[in-house]
């Protein structure tokens, strides 16, 4: 029995990915050991959050870095950063920027929901977001023509979420933030390399703690050492309500420290992905293969189709019986509505694959003998 069972909650076992309704990671002992004694001892949080910029720039090769509760929240504190720098008349404002220089330009393709609006993230931080071009088409004359005496940054998406084609790279953003003097944010939430986008020249990078990094709920910001400032300055402004505790910090801290010397485990999950579409060769109607990530991670997945006609289930269907089964199994559904349901290793605890397989044997076991009958 798991902690969550102890409590009349239902087992999980997460082939979705690093999602947030799931509880994003499961953390090694180690970060679970440090997040345990964080939570038993004092600190001054001010020297706490400085030694956590100073971490996370060690490890993103940035100027300096500011810890938050989430990619979520360091949206809205970059975007507030970028507005009222560290002048704390203008941070209590936040979000009420009326009268500053307040306009983020966002491609209308990276106009997403993550779970929540991105939007919205952004005025909560007293952006207002001018979206350009079309939802699969942006030039760079409309990113151009966007910028104004009330452009504050420029924001970029970098997420399996946002249209993949169409869209303006990261490396034009960038050059034209540079040529116009406007700081350019980028959102990498789920991207595991922490070094590249600053490398690349971004102003602000933000990313999810408890995902790629495999940490706590947490989020970082990282970037130049004056907007740094700046985002920790925020804290004092809205900031306030979604603060970081000790505890999450010293678990960032130390999923940081862990990642540094983290070993390539791509070629295992792979394995185990190769595995199951095995076992599952033999299920009629169930095609399997290996596909990377929509965005171009290196994070491969096995994909199975579902021949409805042959299954007597549709891969709808067959998701919802996994979720509501006993443990609940919960898989990548984006693509069920044309047949395919994915299966992310990454997440999967020991063995669980064999259990998926069952499951899966199981249900399309009863659809077939209820067709018979």
Not at 71 to 82: H, K
Not at 166 to 188: C, F, H, W, Y
Request: net charge neutral.
């Amino acid at each position: 029995m798991n902690i969550y069972q102890k409590f009349g909650l239902r087992k999980i076992i997460n082939a979705s990915g690093k999602m947030t309704v799931l509880g994003a990671s499961a953390v090694h002992s180690e970060i679970a050991q440090a997040l345990s004694a964080a939570a038993m001892d004092y600190v001054d949080i001010h020297e706490l959050m400085i030694a956590a910029g100073k971490k996370i720039a060690q490890v993103t090769g940035a100027e300096n870095g500011c810890p938050t509760a989430g990619a979520a929240p360091g949206i809205a504190i970059a975007t507030a950063a970028v507005i009222a720098g560290e002048n704390l008349a203008l941070i209590e404002r936040v979000p009420n920027t009326d009268g500053l220089k307040n306009e983020i330009i966002l491609q209308k393709g990276h106009s997403v929901h993550f779970g929540a609006s991105l939007p919205q993230m952004i005025a909560l931080g007293g952006g207002k977001v001018v979206e350009v071009g079309q939802a699969n088409h942006v030039e760079k004359d409309h990113i151009l023509g966007a910028i104004n005496e009330k452009t504050a940054a420029l924001f970029y998406i970098k997420s399996h979420h946002a249209v993949q084609k169409g869209m303006q790279s990261l490396e034009t953003m960038i050059a034209i933030a540079k040529e116009r003097n406007i700081p350019i944010l980028v959102d990498a939430a789920a991207e595991e390399d922490f070094k590249c986008y600053i490398a690349k020249g971004a102003d602000i990078v933000i990313y999810s703690g408890g995902k790629a990094l495999e940490g706590p709920t947490s989020g970082l910001i990282c970037g130049r050492d004056d907007l740094m400032k700046a985002c920790h300055k925020q804290y004092k402004g809205i900031g306030r309500a979604m603060k970081v505790g000790k505890e999450s910090i010293v678990g960032l801290m130390t999923a940081l420290e862990r990642y540094q010397s983290k070993e390539d485990d791509s070629q295992g999950q792979m394995d185990r992905m190769n595995w199951l579409i095995q076992e599952l060769a033999a299920v009629p109607g169930i095609k399997g293969a290996i596909v990377q990530d929509e965005a171009g991670r290196a994070i491969y997945r096995a994909q199975l189709t579902v021949d409805e006609k042959i299954t007597g289930i549709s891969a709808i269907t067959l998701a919802n019986e996994l979720e509501t089964g006993d443990p609940a199994i919960y898989t990548r559904n984006y693509y069920a509505n044309i047949g395919i349901i994915n299966v992310d290793p990454r997440p999967l605890l020991l063995d669980q694959e064999r259990i998926i397989a069952n499951r899966i044997r199981e249900i399309i076991s009863k659809c077939k003998g209820k067709e018979e009958n």
